[in-house]
């Protein structure tokens, strides 16, 4: 008999389990207090799952005599064709982006491609004029885009810009930018900064 007993009250929690549909379950079937912390899984409630004002907020010190602080971002995109891509020194002026004065952590992307079988060199650099982060990338003949990031830390003046700056090294090859950008973010407090 206990045997019997046994099998009809698990059996009949399993159909019970086996029946019910995802998510089928909600704030109506459940009684009050019935969901405790013991039986949350940890990390799974996110901030949104918790009415307003129950979570601790970070405590922002406020001090008048220190401004509140605002990040700024830019970015500047733009390329250039075979037949406009000097093999002079960085003689390609490929993206320019003004930002105003102040510390930059600035990154470009370049795409480069030949597209006749004369593989080159492109050397590219970011800067502001006074100081600059430079990268060499071989284009192969087989017309594939080859990628390549140059990144680097820039104390801005006035009348400064960003710019990318771009040579291939073979002026016989048809060496071209497919695409390249410049972003930059405004960043406070750079210690170390050295050019």
Same mark, same amino acid.
């Given at each position: 008999?206990?045997?019997?007993?046994?099998?009809?009250?698990?059996?009949?929690?399993?159909?019970?389990?086996?029946?019910?549909?995802?998510?089928?379950?909600?704030?109506?079937?459940?009684?009050?207090?019935?969901?405790?912390?013991?039986?949350?899984?940890?990390?799974?409630?996110?901030?949104?799952?918790?009415?307003?004002?129950?979570?601790?907020?970070?405590?922002?010190?406020?001090?008048?005599?220190?401004?509140?602080?605002?990040?700024?971002?830019?970015?500047?995109?733009?390329?250039?064709?075979?037949?406009?891509?000097?093999?002079?020194?960085?003689?390609?002026?490929?993206?320019?982006?003004?930002?105003?004065?102040?510390?930059?952590?600035?990154? %470009?992307?370049?795409? *480069?491609? +030949?597209? @006749?079988? /004369? =593989?080159?060199? #492109?050397?590219?650099?970011?800067?502001?004029?006074?100081?600059?982060?430079?990268?060499?990338?071989?284009?192969?003949?087989?017309?594939?885009?080859?990628?390549?990031?140059?990144?680097?830390?820039?104390?801005?003046?006035?009348?400064?810009?960003?710019?990318?700056?771009?040579?291939?090294?073979?002026?016989? %090859?048809?060496?071209? *930018?497919? +695409?390249? @950008?410049? /972003? =930059?973010?405004? #960043?406070?407090?750079?210690?170390?900064?050295?050019?």
């Amino acid at each position: 008999m206990t045997l019997l007993a046994f099998v009809v009250l698990f059996g009949g929690g399993a159909y019970a389990a086996g029946k019910l549909g995802k998510n089928s379950v909600g704030t109506k079937q459940l009684r009050k207090n019935a969901v405790t912390s013991a039986k949350v899984k940890n990390r799974t409630l996110l901030a949104k799952d918790f009415a307003d004002g129950v979570l601790p907020q970070p405590e922002v010190p406020s001090d008048p005599e220190v401004p509140p602080r605002t990040t700024s971002g830019f970015q500047a995109l733009g390329s250039v064709n075979y037949d406009k891509f000097s093999s002079r020194l960085f003689g390609s002026t490929v993206v320019t982006r003004p930002v105003p004065p102040g510390a930059y952590f600035a990154t %470009s992307t370049v795409s *480069v491609q +030949t597209v @006749n079988p /004369v =593989a080159t060199n #492109v050397t590219c650099r970011l800067t502001n004029g006074p100081s600059a982060t430079t990268r060499t990338q071989v284009v192969r003949a087989d017309t594939e885009p080859e990628n390549f990031t140059l990144t680097a830390l820039f104390e801005v003046a006035a009348g400064q810009d960003l710019e990318l700056q771009c040579h291939k090294l073979d002026p016989a %090859s048809s060496a071209r *930018v497919l +695409t390249a @950008n410049i /972003v =930059a973010v405004q #960043v406070h407090d750079v210690a170390g900064f050295s050019d």
